[in-house]
């Protein structure tokens, strides 16, 4: 996983320019090398985003330049993965994100010179640490429209350079959600302007208002929810009815709010809801609607349920009580039975003993017996043996 965001920036001055870096297990090293030479620019802040699948770290790197609508310091992004491809794909996911795979300084130059890029994407597997240097002196030093390779080195001529100046605020609205084409489940609400559902949210109807910037009003149903979720812009809530719970995953914080209350939610922060009553709020955003889910319907019902129910939900505590009980009957019972079983051996060995002592005595009697025998047929011998005996029996 992604590690915390590090900033460092390059110098005490304030920044001119600040560059969001991150990579997957491929880019990492490659990665790190970059970030190193970066620190050592002044007037470069560094936020490293660290480690993740190169998916997730480039929408983090993304996210973060799509939603920095600042003019300074200039935000840029760095993203490096096996290929450089894969990063580039998932970062251009985000509006106002312009990135680029460079595996040369031409590419590098290009790119700045002809789409304004503002995320260089490396490949971890196919450039050096040399190469990859070379590319983002290239990158950071080359300002759009410039002289470059696909110009001959040469300015632009008027009608080129004209077209690269509108380019940007054409770019800039793509996607754009006003457009009568646009499938978003939310900005396609914004033609009736009448409370219609939001099929990526059940149990919730919005309402359109105004536009630019965008305000709504928006019901849920009692029991409804609203799985961990993220924008690129930042909103603003006021309940109007109801009651609700609102969970900010990256602060780790809670608020449970009724009618009257406000909360803003901060771009990019992650957060998930739970709607105790009908209610009914206001909703206000700057900037293209977007929303990206990081959890499903059953995992936030049953993040929420543990959360409402405390650390252990309370039928687990009950069942696990049942089977403390059960358990400890089931104890007692073998304890009695092992009582019964000493009982008897007991009882048994005191029989033995006894049997033993009748034995022992009726086996002295014989040993007694038999002594008495011996005894008397050795006397028996002696007088028969003696001169006496033998003269008796000549005579």
Known sequence: MAADATTTPSSEAAPSLRIFTGADAFGC????????????????????????????????VGRRVSSDSSTSPETRGLLACGTGVGVSIFANKLPRVYASTCTSVADAVNTRSINNCNVLCVSGMSTSPEDALKILDAWLQTPFKSPCPASGDEPWPNEIESFLENSTGEMAQIPNPVSPSSNCAICCLRKGMEFQPVEIMPGAEMKIVRESPTSAVVKFKAGSLEPAHH???????????????????????????????????????????????????????DG?????????????ADAIKVELEGRFPIKLVLELFDSGIHGWKKIRSIE?????????????????????????????????IMEEMVRKILEFQTKTASPEARGATSD
């Not at 620190?39 to 470069?44: A, D, H, K, T, Y």
């Not at 914080?253 to 209350?261: I, P, Q, R, T």
């Not at 008897?344 to 009697?365: G, Q």
């Open 336 to 368: 009695e039975e092992i009582g019964q079983l000493k009982s008897d051996c007991v009882e048994k060995n005191s029989d033995f003993k006894k049997l033993f002592s009748a034995i022992h005595k009726k086996i002295d009697e014989k040993f007694d």
């Open 231 to 285: 924008h690129t812009f930042g909103h603003d809530v006021l309940v109007m009815k109801g009651r609700k719970k609102v969970w900010n995953l990256d602060k780790n914080e809670s608020y449970e709010l009724v009618e009257g209350d406000y909360l803003f939610t901060p771009a990019g922060d992650k957060h998930r809801v739970n709607y105790f009553e009908d209610t009914e709020f206001f909703i206000r955003w």
């Open 288 to 300: 293209d609607w977007d929303i990206f889910l990081d959890e499903s319907l059953e995992t936030a």
């Open 29 to 60: 090293n490659l990665k790190d090398a970059l970030v190193s030479h970066l620190r050592s620019i002044p007037g470069v802040e560094i936020v490293d985003l660290g480690t993740d699948k190169y998916y997730t770290v480039a929408e983090q």
